[in-house]
């Protein structure tokens, strides 16, 4: 989690007040609007995340044949986002009565935040990097899933999960229980020569990585599928704005939740740089702002079980189908309708496709909406 900012290296490590010119800035109002704003959102991100996600995990592991690595990254995804969801009421106590919990779970706890919001922005990158993949690979090669691609997938994820707990190291290392207004913070704790610069670093190397990155990867990636969606051929229009609105609402929705967030955090930057804030007022409006943005910010891992499963409608196929097998084991009565196929948008060759459409366990080239 973050905390707030502050102008001088003494203070760098101080959860709450900062010291101005004219005297101390009480930020007691500030606390104040977080044991009641926090602890709500926290809690409806919670249970709707948890939903999403738990459901995601649960038919992809028992109902879904993982066949593309983009299977395998929205699985993945959904591990970390209902892993950072489950930090979510520590927070929300802290929020309302100090952290109690002692300095490890301090430490566990903010690293598991830190990391697995950072997996899940770089799963979204990886996401768009295999849609752009299968729309413009070789139309004339079969990509299978045997040990081999599998393998492939898991360093894929392996190297993901690495770069994110990397990144959730300081948080690991500096996370600390401090005692400050009669309560206990959880809150990093650098030492006081390196505080200035490790913190302005650390706020600039996420910004770049948890945002600018992934942002500019889905961008390109989706730009470029997008066009080829487009110019398919022998599809109807209605299913390629279909596909077209899809990838705009991702990109839409990615940049809606995290540009505010990373804004502020941008801000935070250039403030512990180059002392920026020296109103009060002002720094008070920046960590409401700082709390307002980031709880947006993890609006997504809510959002995302819509974007990037419920929208398909094989997903959903897959979902109706076990909901069935349910019903039967519970003794109803399954009903007869025909269920409705997942729609994909081909992009090989017409005697291409043809020959590939009996093939199960094929990587095609296709966009599924």
């Given at each position: ?19 101005y ?7 007691e ?17 919670l ?24 299977d395998?990254?929205i699985?993945n995804l ?7 969801l ?19 779970a ?6 598991l ?7 899940g ?14 729309v ?16 492939q997938?898991?360093l894929?994820?392996l ?16 996370s600390?229980?401090?005692h ?9 704790s ?46 109807q ?25 990373n804004v ?6 250039m403030?512990?740089i180059?002392?920026?804030v ?12 700082l709390?307002v943005?980031?709880s ?6 809510c959002?995302?079980p819509l ?10 196929g ?7 097998h349910?019903?039967q084991?519970?003794g109803r ?6 269920e ?7 992009l090989?060759?017409?005697?291409q496709?043809?020959?590939q459409s ?7 080239s296709?966009?599924?909406?």
């Open positions: 989690m973050e905390d707030f900012d502050y102008p001088d290296d003494e203070d760098m490590n101080d959860t709450y007040d900062s010291f010119d004219h005297g101390v800035c009480d930020k109002a500030v606390r104040a609007f977080a044991g009641v704003f926090l602890p709500v959102i926290y809690g409806v991100a249970v709707l995340g948890l939903a999403g996600n738990a459901l995601v995990v649960v038919v992809y592991t028992s109902r879904v044949r993982v066949r593309t690595l983009t395998v990254c699985l959904a591990i970390s986002d209902l892993l950072l489950l930090t979510l009421p520590f927070w929300a106590a802290d929020a309302v009565h100090g952290w109690r919990l002692g300095p490890a301090c430490k566990v706890t903010s690293f935040y830190s990391t697995n919001f950072s997996c922005m770089l799963m979204l990158a990886c996401i768009s990097v295999d849609r752009y993949r299968a413009t690979q070789n139309p004339a090669g079969r990509t299978g899933t045997g040990s081999r691609v599998r393998r997938w898991l894929v994820c190297v993901l999960w690495g770069v994110a707990s990397f990144l959730g190291l300081p948080d690991l290392i500096f600390t229980v401090k400050s207004h009669h309560r206990m913070a959880c809150t990093a650098y030492p006081v020569s390196m505080a200035r610069p490790a913190k302005a670093a650390l706020e600039l190397l996420e910004v770049t990585l948890r945002f600018l990155l992934p942002f500019a990867v889905m961008v390109v990636c989706y730009s470029l599928v997008g066009r080829a969606l487009s110019q398919a051929a022998g599809v229009r209605a299913r390629k704005w279909r596909a077209l609105r899809v990838l705009l609402a991702v990109v839409a929705v990615f940049l809606l939740t995290q540009l505010p967030y502020v955090k941008l801000c935070r930057a403030d512990v180059y002392m920026l020296t109103d009060c007022e002002l720094s008070k409006g920046l960590d409401r702002a709390q943005t980031e947006l910010a993890l609006a997504h891992a959002v995302n974007l990037y499963a419920f929208m398909g409608s094989s997903f959903r897959n979902v109706l189908k076990a909901a069935k349910l019903g084991r519970l009565h399954p009903t007869h309708g025909a409705q196929p997942a729609v994909e948008i081909a090989n060759s017409p005697t496709t043809h020959s009996g093939s199960e366990d094929q990587d095609t296709t966009f599924t909406i």
